[in-house]
């Protein structure tokens, strides 16, 4: 398993959706996973320290798991079949280790709200994983193929089609 941090949350100007940027520590590989508004917001708000007036539905989750003993050990995105991530909360209750599906998205947002660590399958690294270029702007001409290229895919892309996780 490889370790992450959630880098990034970007809105998409096209749609309603998000793109959850992971970033691999000490490494410059990203997985980028498709998630909903309200997943996103309940990150981000976390991730800003931003308190609100009653639990959300992943600070009741926390509290639940708080008040019945447990502890989240980590969340790993542990499969992607179809274009679309799967991921396990693992969580520690009276000396054993719960293994429990979830979205990427709700496995994440309980992840920032615990302080856990969030891995993802090195399979799921290998398979969706991206790599930002070198300075694509740098030099006289340089990148500018590259550039286009990127741009024409962003362009092409129907983002009503992508899965939502």
Same mark, same amino acid.
């Not at 749609?15 to 000490?26: A, N, P, T, W």
């Not at 050990?73 to 429990?100: F, P």
């Not at 290998?126 to 300075?135: G, L, N, Q, R, S």
């Given at each position: 398993?490889?370790?992450?941090?959630?880098?990034?949350?970007?809105?998409?100007?096209?749609?309603? !959706?998000?793109?959850?940027?992971?970033?691999?520590?000490?490494?410059?590989?990203?997985?980028?996973?498709?998630?909903?508004?309200?997943?996103?917001?309940?990150?981000?708000?976390?991730?800003? !320290?931003?308190?609100?007036?009653?639990?959300?539905? !992943?600070?009741?989750?926390?509290? $639940?798991?708080? !008040?019945?003993?447990?502890?989240?050990?980590?969340?790993?995105?542990?499969? $992607?079949?179809?274009?679309?991530?799967?991921?396990?909360?693992?969580?520690?209750?009276?000396?054993?280790? $719960?293994?429990?599906?979830?979205?990427?998205?709700?496995?994440?947002?309980?992840?920032?709200?615990?302080?856990?660590?969030?891995?993802?399958? *090195? /399979?799921? $690294?290998?398979?969706?994983?991206? /790599?930002?270029?070198?300075?694509?702007?740098?030099?006289?001409?340089?990148?500018? *193929? /590259?550039?286009?290229?990127?741009?024409?895919?962003?362009?092409?892309?129907?983002?009503?089609?992508?899965?939502?996780?």
């Amino acid at each position: 398993m490889i370790e992450v941090k959630v880098d990034s949350i970007r809105i998409s100007l096209m749609s309603e !959706h998000r793109v959850i940027m992971l970033k691999v520590l000490d490494e410059d590989r990203y997985l980028p996973i498709w998630i909903g508004p309200y997943e996103a917001e309940a990150i981000a708000l976390r991730l800003q !320290h931003r308190r609100t007036p009653r639990p959300l539905t !992943h600070d009741l989750l926390k509290n $639940m798991i708080a !008040h019945l003993g447990g502890e989240v050990a980590y969340i790993v995105v542990n499969d $992607m079949r179809n274009d679309t991530y799967y991921a396990r909360i693992l969580v520690d209750v009276d000396g054993e280790q $719960m293994d429990i599906d979830s979205r990427p998205s709700d496995a994440i947002a309980l992840a920032v709200r615990v302080e856990a660590p969030i891995f993802v399958e *090195e /399979t799921v $690294m290998d398979e969706a994983a991206i /790599t930002p270029e070198k300075d694509i702007t740098e030099g006289e001409g340089e990148g500018d *193929e /590259t550039l286009d290229a990127f741009r024409d895919f962003i362009d092409t892309l129907d983002l009503d089609d992508l899965p939502i996780q």
